[in-house]
């Protein structure tokens, strides 16, 4: 019977830019060949200085129609703004495309598990930051383990947040079933699990949301799995996104006519 082992990281300090999160997780926890890391964006996001003051903000004229719009400080708005390669929806709350793929509630820019008057932004390219997490832990500790950066996430259809993962490394997102039989000998035509979100689910469960102070949190001994890494839907296969994109316009149009 295989017994999958879960442990958060415990004695983490307040992260600051320039510290080194592999390191410091790996003093705490030894970690070992197959393991898999999860390890909060935000932390990672800290740790490489994506954080900046509102004071440093200078909200535009879209910033502040919008921050006036859904009740939120323009500064903050700008933010979000800056962070996004695509706004998707502008309200109740902004819904944009990262330029990684990732679509996110505010951009996933954070006001929280950081000082008062500033915000974090998700990691830019959270794949390559996964990558280089991997591979200073082969170097430090000779180890391979796998690593997926997560964020906790809204979804649709459900209330409540879960945690997703923006970035992996050392196994692919995606275990494809494509092509298998069934206990009954049907070939399952459609299904594709995406394994890393469910790894950063319970990982974001055992992180906590407030004062936890769990960063990372480390899955030993999990089953291997194959597949591919197309976790984000291509814009033509998207139809969650055309949909709220149509109904966009038809209110910026209705707006227009009012006007
Ligand atoms: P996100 O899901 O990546 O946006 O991160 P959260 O703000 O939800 O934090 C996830 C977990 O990491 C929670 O247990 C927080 O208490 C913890 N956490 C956040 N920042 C720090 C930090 O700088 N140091 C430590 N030790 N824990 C942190
Ligand atoms: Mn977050
Ligand atoms: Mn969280």
Not at 89 to 103: A, D, K, Q, T, V
Not at 158 to 171: E, K, L, P, V
Not at 238 to 244: F, S
Request: glycine content about 10%; overall charge negative; charged content about 25%.
């Amino acid at each position: 019977m295989e017994q999958i082992q879960v442990m958060g990281v415990r004695g983490l300090p307040l992260i600051h830019a320039g510290d080194n999160i592999a390191a410091m997780i790996c003093e705490r926890m030894p970690v070992q060949d197959g393991d898999i890391l999860c390890i909060a964006s935000t932390i990672y996001s800290k740790a490489k200085g994506y954080t900046k003051t509102l004071a440093s903000i200078t909200p535009s004229e879209r910033a502040q129609r919008l921050a006036k719009l859904n009740g939120e400080d323009p500064r903050f708005v700008q933010a979000v703004l800056d962070a996004s390669a695509d706004i998707i929806m502008e309200h109740p709350f902004i819904l944009s495309e990262l330029s990684f793929g990732h679509i996110g509630v505010r951009a996933g820019v954070d006001q929280s598990n950081i000082e008062d008057g500033m915000v974090i932004f998700l990691p830019p390219d959270p794949m390559k930051a996964a990558g280089e997490l991997q591979e200073e832990i082969r170097t430090l500790a000779r180890k391979d383990v796998g690593i997926i950066i997560t964020d906790t996430c809204g979804r649709s259809f459900r209330r409540g947040q879960t945690g997703n993962a923006i970035g992996w490394s050392g196994f692919c997102a995606i275990r494809d079933f494509r092509g298998d039989t069934d206990l009954f000998g049907h070939v399952l035509k459609i299904t594709e699990e995406a394994v890393v979100d469910e790894i950063a689910g319970f990982a974001n469960f055992v992180m906590g949301e407030s004062n936890n102070g769990v960063p990372a949190v480390i899955f030993r001994n999990c089953p291997k799995w194959t597949g591919h890494d197309s976790l984000y839907f291509k814009n033509d296969e998207d139809i969650t996104k055309r949909v709220l994109k149509k109904e966009g316009r038809h209110q910026e149009m209705a707006k227009n006519r009012i006007v």
